[in-house]
Structure formats: structure tokens, C-alpha cells
């Protein structure tokens, strides 16, 4: 009976020892290929295992996807509008830019949209604009526009209506507006902002500067011809910026300054920011856009061969805006009737005889109704 037991606890022993040989010897097998795929295989090599720590929350690719981190509804508005350098175009707008007054079209939205498609080099750029509607109406129109649409929402103001020039509505709604786009700058976002009344007839990104280094090309009233010049008469209704810490400096500053600007409207106390030096201080590098290109009311483009962009800036009524940007648009099919006439013969001397011809006879129509727009009493400004 010992015998058989003895003989047992050996056969046991044996079995273990050959078991141990066995899983050793698996072990052994799998260990090199689990290094390889670990360390020398493709998929390693593309993304190792420390590159989690140089994942970046805003970067605009699938990160917040596979970081399980829900976009709000901002960051997905600006994410499907931007360009692959996270740069877009953004105009504001409410109610008044987009229903028609009197029962007659066009409305300012009209308007600033069919500027895209007569433009030069334009339509294109509609994949990039996003439209930030400040009331549920302009919202509608924008979405049934197909368009790229934000809702801005602030709760205990109205912005539907008609915010004459400098009246107390027009003044909070300018200061929600630099509030929102300082926003957007904090997420990374470059853009252009463009008011509605502004008619894109050429692509402005081909004359705008492509250097880096600086940080905000803004529009003027007046150009007196330096760039560089702090006196310029600055107009917040276009400029282009760059996201960085200095110009997120500068929206930061620019904001805090509402409260104690009683009456001014956001663009006047941005000049005077820049009149007190805050622009040097911060080390922002400011280029200031000539009117040839960057054109308005208050000062026309003095050729019609170069400009970009027209503004109904010294305009007071909404009204006054549509029809004289009507008689701009008018101004521009004519130009390019013109031109397109002659095109076939590019080349030939006769044929740029006729176009340096038809720059130099080209007239824009005079701003008559945007003239008289300040004639008309408001009892809200007084």
C-alpha cells in the first residue's frame, strides 16, 4: 500500500515539473513578440504609448472623440465652419439683417450672401462662415439658408430689433458681440469678422498679410497711408486676428472696459486703448487695412480694379444700408459686364486699352439714402 501511494506523490512531482517546463516554455515564445508589437511594430511606432501626454483637448482632429469628451454646441459650430488652420469668417446678426422691411426684398442677409456669389474668388469661402444669430428668427433664416449657424443666447435682452447707430441697444448688443469673440479666440480659433453690411467682392485672404507674426489687420474709415500709424481711424466692422495669448490680452482688457464707458460704443474704446499705447505694451503687431482695398462709405475705393470688400459704415439706418449696398452690387455686374466683354481678347493691346479704360470711367453710385439716414430725428438718441 505504501508502495502504490509513493508511487503516486512521484508521478505527481513529474506531472508538475512538466507542466512548469510547459508554461515556461509558452512564456517564452510569447515574450518576443509581445516586445515587438510593443515597442518595434508599426502600430507602436505611430503611436506609442507616451503619446497620450501630448494629446491636446483643442486640437481640431478626433481627440475629443477618443478622449471621450463631448464638444459643446460652439466648439461644433466653429470645428465644421473652420479651415484646416482653424480659421473662419464670422458675422453676427439678428432679426432686422434678415426679415425684409415693408414687404420688400432684399434683406441685408440677402445682400451680404449674393455678394459671395457675384464676387470675385467668393463662394467658396461660404464653407468657412459661420452666421451667429443673436435671436431665434435670425437663427431660422440662417438654417434655412443651409448655412454654418450658431444660436447666441443672453438671457434678459432682446436683440431682435433694429439697433439704430449708437443708440443704448446698439451699444449692448456691439459689447455681447466682443464678449462672444473673445470666446472664440480662447478656443484656438483664428478669424475674420465681418459685419453684414459689408459686401465681400473679391476673396480678402489675398490681401490680407499670410505673415504670422501679426496679430490683427484691421479695417479703417480713413487711410492715410502708413499701416503701422496708432492715428488711424480704426473700424471694428472687418478685421482679421490671430488666437494667441496677446490678442486674448487685448479682448480681455477691451471687455473690462465696458463698464466704465458709459455711452461709447466698443470700436471708440478700442481706439482709445490703442491711443494709450495698450497695443505696444502687449507686444501686438497691428497692420491697419487700406481703404483701396478695405473699402466703405466713408471712404470709396479709388479703384475699382483692387477692391475687396465695401462697408455701409457712415450709415445710420438699416433701411439706408440695403438700398445703397443694392446700387454697389449694381456698380460691380456692370464693372464686370464690362471686363468680361473684353476678356476673350486678353493679350491684345486693344483689349487692355479697354479695361484701363473702363477702371478709369468706373463711378460708384453716391450714397443717397445712407446721406439722408441722418437727417431722420430718433427720440432714442436724445
Not at 470645428?79 to 434678415?98: G, P
Not at 479709388?302 to 470688400?309: C, E, I, L, P
Amino acid at each position: 500500500m505504501l508502495d502504490i501511494v509513493r508511487d503516486i506523490q512521484i508521478n505527481a512531482m513529474n506531472s508538475a515539473k512538466k507542466n512548469d517546463f510547459g508554461n515556461l516554455t509558452i512564456l517564452c515564445l510569447l515574450l518576443p513578440g509581445f516586445i515587438y508589437l510593443c515597442f518595434w511594430s508599426p502600430v507602436a511606432i505611430s503611436k506609442p504609448f507616451v503619446s497620450i501626454q501630448n494629446y491636446h483637448p483643442y486640437a481640431k482632429s478626433n481627440t475629443l472623440q477618443t478622449l471621450n469628451v463631448s464638444k459643446d454646441e460652439l466648439e461644433e459650430a466653429l470645428d465644421e465652419a473652420s479651415m484646416e488652420n482653424k480659421t473662419l469668417i464670422i458675422a453676427v446678426v439678428n432679426k432686422a439683417y434678415v426679415e425684409q422691411r415693408d414687404d420688400r426684398y432684399p434683406t441685408m442677409l440677402d445682400l451680404f450672401l449674393e455678394s459671395f456669389w457675384v464676387g470675385e474668388e467668393t463662394r467658396s469661402l461660404l464653407d468657412h462662415l459661420l452666421i451667429v444669430a443673436v435671436d431665434q428668427t435670425a437663427y431660422d433664416r440662417c438654417k434655412f439658408r443651409r448655412l454654418h449657424c450658431y444660436r447666441l443666447v443672453t438671457d434678459g435682452v432682446d436683440f431682435k430689433g433694429e439697433k439704430l447707430y449708437m443708440s443704448d441697444d446698439f451699444i449692448k448688443m456691439m459689447w455681447r458681440r466682443t464678449l462672444f469673440l473673445s470666446d472664440v479666440l480662447k478656443r484656438g480659433y483664428n478669424f475674420i469678422f465681418t459685419d453684414a453690411d459689408i459686401m465681400w467682392l473679391r476673396n480678402p485672404f489675398a490681401k490680407l498679410s499670410k505673415n504670422e507674426s501679426e496679430d490683427l489687420q484691421i479695417s479703417t474709415d480713413v487711410f492715410e497711408g502708413n499701416p503701422w500709424s496708432e492715428q488711424t481711424l480704426i473700424n471694428t466692422g472687418f478685421y482679421y486676428i490671430q488666437s494667441n495669448s496677446k490678442t486674448i490680452s487685448l479682448f480681455e482688457m477691451w471687455h473690462a472696459m465696458k463698464s466704465n464707458s458709459t455711452g461709447m460704443k466698443e470700436q471708440d474704446v478700442l481706439a482709445s486703448l490703442m491711443k494709450k499705447g495698450v497695443f505696444r505694451e502687449l507686444g501686438l503687431r497691428v497692420r491697419f487695412l487700406d481703404t483701396l482695398y478695405f473699402s466703405g462709405f466713408c471712404s470709396d475705393s479709388r479703384d475699382v480694379s483692387a477692391v475687396t470688400t465695401v462697408h455701409a459704415n457712415c450709415c445710420r439706418s438699416i433701411s439706408a444700408k440695403v438700398a445703397d449696398l443694392m446700387a454697389v452690387l449694381r456698380d460691380w455686374r456692370k464693372y464686370k459686364a464690362v471686363v468680361g466683354s473684353w476678356k476673350k481678347y486678353i493679350g491684345s493691346s486693344k483689349a487692355s486699352k479697354a479695361m484701363h479704360a473702363a477702371n478709369e470711367t468706373f463711378r460708384w453710385s453716391n450714397h443717397i439714402a445712407c446721406f439722408k439716414s441722418w437727417r431722420v430725428p430718433d427720440k432714442t438718441l436724445g
